[in-house]
Structure formats: C-alpha cells, structure tokens
T-cell receptor, first 114, second 114 residues
Framework: AQTVTQSQPEMSVQEAETVTLSCTYDTSENNYYLFWYKQPPSRQMILVIRQEAYKQQNATENRFSVNFQKAAKSFSLKISDSQLGDTAMYFC???????????FGGGTRLMVKP | ETGVTQSPTHLIKTRGQQVTLRCSSQSGHNTVSWYQQALGQGPQFIFQ???????GRGNFPPRFSGLQFPNYSSELNVNALELDDSALYLC?????????????FGPGTRLTVT
C-alpha cells in the first residue's frame, strides 16, 4: 500500500518570501502521479500542481514549483513570492492511475504573515 | 471553484441513524470518488464509482455504500451512524480513461453525529 508523509504540521512565512513544503511517499510502482492540493479555511480543495513520475522535468505553475526526486521518493512544493491568499492547508497526494484513488498525506498548515 | 457540487452543506444526525449525501460531478466527467476527512487530518478514500459501478474501495465497512446515476451524479449512504463518522465528506470527479489525470473536489458536507 502506498503511504504519503508530510513531516511539517505547520509552517509560516513572511509575505513575498519563499517557502518549501516537504512530502515523501512510499510505493513499489514505477509509474504514478503526484499532486499538491490546497484547502483554504472553509473552502474547496483545489489542485495546485501535478507531476507525472515518468517526466524528469519538475513541474511549474506560476509561483508554484516542485522538486521531484524519484529515487528518494520525495516531492516538495516551493511557493515563491508568498501571498496572503496562500494561507491554507496543503496536502500532498499520490495516485498510481490517472483519475483514480488518491492517497493523501496528513497536511501542512501554512500561514503567510503580512 | 470547481464545477462539483455537494448537498447538504451541513448535517447533524444521531448515532444509529442513516444518512445520504449527494454529489454532482463536473460536466463531462465519468467518475466520482468519495473521501472522509476527519478534523485536522488528510482525506481518506472511501470508494470510487465509474460508469455506475464501484471501481475501488478503501478500508471502510460495508455500512458505507454508494450509487452513481446515469448522469454521473452520486450518493454516499452511511447506515448505523457512529460518533467517529463525524467528518467532512468530500466528493471528487474525474475523467477516467480519456486522458484525465486530476480529481476535482466539491466543497464537502460536514456531518456531525451526536
């Protein structure tokens, strides 16, 4: 069974600075998908960024980028130029098939301070 | 916001009762997944429906059951409610088999069992 671990329950960052959230996972699969989801307080969970394991290039979406280390089974999220609206719970998730069951980590609560 | 909707928003039930939660998937999606998110934790996969058939199930007892309808909307039914069933129930839709990779989440139903 796959497991996803987020070792930072809470983090804070000053507005406009950069923060990195950590995620490790365990799987015996070679092909799979990794995701970072954002869940703002009392709001819907939305996808931030995704990475297909067969792609060596790290995914980037505007201020959000990942550092995908397949051999180390590590998938960290870097948020550049942090904004107050980035305050949320962030969940790392794993799927071994496109569109199928997601295994989530326990989440990291990120607070962006003005 | 995604195109996934859920009803009701909040629900209070008594231990031993039964509850039905509803989800309308994003237009064009053929798969619905249900997750249970206890307070302060990551979502846990309950089951997934693809073309009206159960297509995978997590570690939840049989009193958790579901349906998917021809229009791809879905219901989650929980019988004999227990106090530990208190949680946020999330549904997510995806397009399996046609290149869809990520899941799109609804706002959730907050269930409280007293």
């Amino acid at each position: 069974a796959q497991t996803v671990t987020q070792s930072q329950p809470e983090m804070s960052v000053q507005e406009a600075e950069t923060v990195t959230l950590s995620c490790t996972y365990d799987t015996s699969e070679n092909n799979y998908y990794l995701f970072w989801y954002k869940q703002p307080p009392s709001r819907q969970m939305i996808l931030v960024i995704r990475q297909e394991a067969y792609k060596q290039q790290n995914a980037t979406e505007n201020r959000f980028s990942v550092n995908f280390q397949k051999a180390a089974k590590s998938f960290s999220l870097k948020i550049s130029d942090s904004q107050l609206g980035d305050t949320a719970m962030y969940f790392c998730a794993f799927s071994h098939n496109a569109g199928n069951m997601l295994t989530f980590g326990g989440g990291t609560r990120l607070m962006v301070k003005p | 916001e995604t195109g996934v909707t859920q009803s009701p928003t909040h629900l209070i039930k008594t231990r031993g009762q039964q509850v039905t939660l509803r989800c309308s998937s994003q237009s064009g999606h053929n798969t619905v997944s249900w997750y249970q998110q206890a307070l302060g934790q990551g979502p846990q996969f309950i089951f997934q429906y693809y073309r009206e058939e159960e297509n995978g199930r997590g570690n939840f007892p049989p009193r958790f059951s579901g349906l998917q309808f021809p229009n791809y909307s879905s219901e989650l039914n929980v019988n004999a409610l227990e106090l530990d069933d208190s949680a946020l129930y999330l549904c997510a839709s995806s397009l399996v088999g046609q290149g869809g990779i990520e899941q799109y989440f609804g706002p959730g139903t907050r269930l409280t069992v007293t």
